[in-house]
């Protein structure tokens, strides 16, 4: 495979990031939920001005998956007062990662997440933690094999339907090594 270059992404990249976004979150729920709350998820999660304030905010990060100068993926990333849960505020949280689903198994991912554990390092996170949908196998193999175990569960609105999602973490240990909890 070509060179993947993660890049971060600013307001100027709104338009790319409002289109990468709709079109992963798709591709990855569309099948196994309704048309009407995908719709609906979809209108407000990605809106411009929602993606302009979480560009914004300055304990938010996100980062493009680039291969030809093309978007193929990205990753969202909270600290501090930015994260969905106040669990710890040195702690860092992986809100999205997100592929094609034409670059699922190709390592866009794992590239994505050690962009997450990289700033995480920098930032001397305690750990790094995540949700994630209990119904999103693919997702949940990942985070256990980069070695994030449960500790909680909260819910997640899609439109009308409450979902769950598994709430995950690693522990950092010091700057070079990484270890479970």
């Known amino acids: 495979m070509e060179q993947i270059i993660i890049e971060r992404v600013t307001l100027a990249d709104i338009k790319k990031l409002q289109e ?7 591709e990855a729920f569309a099948a196994v939920n309704t048309e009407k709350n995908m719709k609906e998820y979809l ?3 990605f809106s411009e001005e929602k993606l302009k304030a979480e560009l914004s905010n300055q304990d938010s990060q996100f980062y493009f998956a680039l291969l030809n100068g093309k978007v193929i ?17 040195d702690a860092l949280e992986i809100e999205r990662i997100y592929l094609l689903k034409a670059f699922y198994g190709q390592k866009v991912g794992q590239l994505l997440y050690q962009k ?27 985070y256990e094999k980069n070695g994030f175990t449960p500790f909680g569960k ?25 270890k479970v909890s």
């Open 73 to 89: 993926g990205y990753l969202k990333i909270n600290i501090g007062q930015a994260q969905t849960e106040k669990l710890n505020p």
């Open 43 to 45: 209108e407000k999660g």
């Open 154 to 178: 909260h819910k997640f609105w899609l439109g009308d339907d409450e979902q769950t999602d598994l709430m995950m973490k690693k522990v950092l240990v010091n700057d070079n090594e990484l």
């Open 20 to 26: 990468i976004g709709r079109t992963t979150f798709s």
């Open 116 to 142: 997450a554990i990289d700033v995480a390092l920098k930032m001397q996170a305690s750990y790094v933690w995540l949700g994630v949908w209990e119904e999103n196998y693919r997702a949940l193999r990942f």
